[in-house]
């Protein structure tokens, strides 16, 4: 496993780069780099970084409307809107329109259940099955007799599938959460079953998080509503945040759904209902979420006591094999480390992250289908202007000797399984691809994966390095053996710290 050993020394090379770079904040104001700031992950070779504003991105992705929040110190200290609610309206975004927020909602879940963690309500290692009274865990040949803990739901180790949910439109009628769980009529989606035994994969799983909320509804006899309102909305002055579905109008300032053109959707009520209320049915505002991501800070550092700092720790830890932690996700080093989550809706993006040692973070709505791209740059923006290192360019090069591409990179691959999944982690998840195929055409490199349509470009870090662009970077770096053969090559996602390694087929 000498290639797993060389994995291992790059990805510390890395971290120790990571923290190398960062550097405290310097006081800037980070909602003045949304004026010019904006940027893509990777920079093509020889191109200067763009410098786009926030307002010409939002046309360009055809987004209306954005919501951001900043913090200091643990603190919100800025909430603000851009753009309007609705196209063709005239109604502004401020810090404190509803969004939907999407899987950002199971950060919400699990503080709740943190808390009665807290309370001595529940144990986050006794098997759910105990807790669990109106459905039960089922068998199967993967795990047939499945101890699984909230530890593991919160983490997306508990081997339970069901990555994520269909919205319903207005006048569709909601399922109830069993339905759900059953995969029965009106749920849209399949069944939460077991893909895997608990505990050794991470596998991201909303179906995972819906049996979390059976969980503590069941334990506590509360709805998780009334548990999030009571637990977190509450204490935390989250006064705007709500699990409502189908929200109601009378709650105001809502910012309406729109699709990948721009136009608005979910007609004619204007937003989508969700079915599954603590994987992705939050509603909350920027200022609201920010208030969370402050509360969590302040909890890490033993400055507040909405979570007890132990619990708080070990939320920002993650669990292994996974790059969660008991909630979010977690990635960076030194000051630059951080904890943030994505959330995805039919019609709204939503991003969110805070740096536990520095006590910075940021929140960013959106009310778009194209709103993961523009949050993304906004993103970038905002974490050059914190200056603490966290998703810095990636800078491509031009290769200069030909032929380059070389011409045997391409060809096809299979996954190793022999890499431990210890060092898989995220890559067992979000590149779950058994197989891959590398085309190269005179300087052009892309990969075509399984079940997509068109290829993806690769763009070159080095003579045998490439990476790929999105929100997140995968970087493919082929290996050449001492006979001079192309033997395989490594697929690593550096915020996730994680590899696979795909052997030439």
């Known amino acids: 496993m000498r290639r797993v050993s060389s994995a291992i020394i790059g990805g510390g090379l890395a971290l120790l780069a990571a923290c190398a770079n960062a550097s405290p904040s310097v006081g800037r104001d980070p909602l003045a780099a949304l004026d010019h700031g904006l940027r893509p992950s990777v920079i093509a070779p020889g191109a200067a ?11 360009h992705y055809k987004v209306p409307g954005v919501a951001i929040a900043v913090l200091k110190d643990g603190e919100v200290v800025q909430a603000v809107g851009y753009g309007v609610r609705q196209a063709g309206a005239l109604d502004r975004v401020d810090g404190d329109t509803l969004f939907s927020v999407g899987s950002i909602s199971k950060v919400v879940t699990a503080t709740t259940t943190l808390r009665l963690v807290a309370q001595g309500q529940l144990d986050l290692d006794r098997d759910v099955d105990d807790y669990l009274k109106r459905w039960k865990l089922p068998a199967s040949a993967e795990a047939p007799r499945p101890p ?5 739901l919160m983490s997306h180790t508990s081997g339970l599938g069901v990555h994520g949910f269909a919205d319903y439109q207005p006048g569709e009628p909601l399922p109830t959460v069993v339905q759900v769980l ?15 035994a608990p505990g050794r994969v991470q596998d991201y799983s909303g179906g995972g998080v819906t049996v979390e909320q059976v969980a503590i509804e069941d334990a506590t006899g509360q709805p998780l509503g009334a548990l999030a309102q009571a637990q977190v909305f509450a204490p935390l002055g989250m006064s705007r945040s709500t699990f409502e579905s189908p929200l109601s109008a009378a709650r105001g300032n809502i910012a309406k759904a729109h699709d990948g053109a721009g136009a608005p959707t979910a007609l004619p009520r204007g937003w989508e209902s969700f079915g599954e209320t603590g994987a992705s049915g939050l509603w909350t505002s920027a200022r609201d979420l920010g208030q969370l991501v402050g509360g969590l800070i302040t909890s890490y550092q033993g400055r507040g006591d909405f979570l007890p700092q132990p619990l708080a720790t070990a939320m ?3 669990v292994s094999p996974s790059s969660f932690g008991l909630g979010p996700k977690l990635g960076g080093a030194g000051p630059g480390r951080h904890f943030f989550h994505l959330g995805a809706n039919d019609s709204y993006r939503a991003f969110m992250e ?18 993961d791209a523009l949050a ?39 996954i190793d399984p022999a890499v431990p999944m210890d060092l898989r982690r995220a890559a067992a998840d979000s590149f779950e691809y058994e197989t891959l195929q590398v085309r190269v055409a005179g300087d052009a490199i892309e990969i075509v994966l399984p079940g997509q349509d068109r290829p993806s470009p690769l763009l070159p870090l080095g003579p045998a390095q490439f990476v790929q662009a ?5 970087v493919f770096a082929f290996h050449r053996d001492a006979w001079g053969k192309v033997r395989g090559v490594t697929v690593s996602i550096p915020e996730a710290d994680s590899m696979a390694y795909y052997a030439r087929d």
């Open 470 to 474: 999105g929100l997140y970077t995968n």
């Open 148 to 152: 699984v803990s909230l530890r593991m």
């Open 376 to 414: 993304a740059e906004i993103r970038n923006a905002l974490a050059d202007a914190i200056g603490l290192g966290a998703h810095a360019p990636v800078r491509a090069v031009a290769l200069r000797a030909p032929p380059s591409p070389s011409p045997d990179y391409a060809g096809r691959y299979r």
């Open 316 to 318: 920002m830890t993650e």
């Open 354 to 371: 805070g740096y536990p040692e520095t006590g910075d973070g940021f929140v960013i709505l959106t009310n778009g289908a194209n709103g």
């Open 49 to 59: 970084e763009p410098g786009w504003s926030l307002a010409e991105r939002m046309r």
């Open 182 to 196: 059953n995969g029965q009529k009106p749920a849209k989606g399949e069944a939460v079953r077991f893909k895997t």
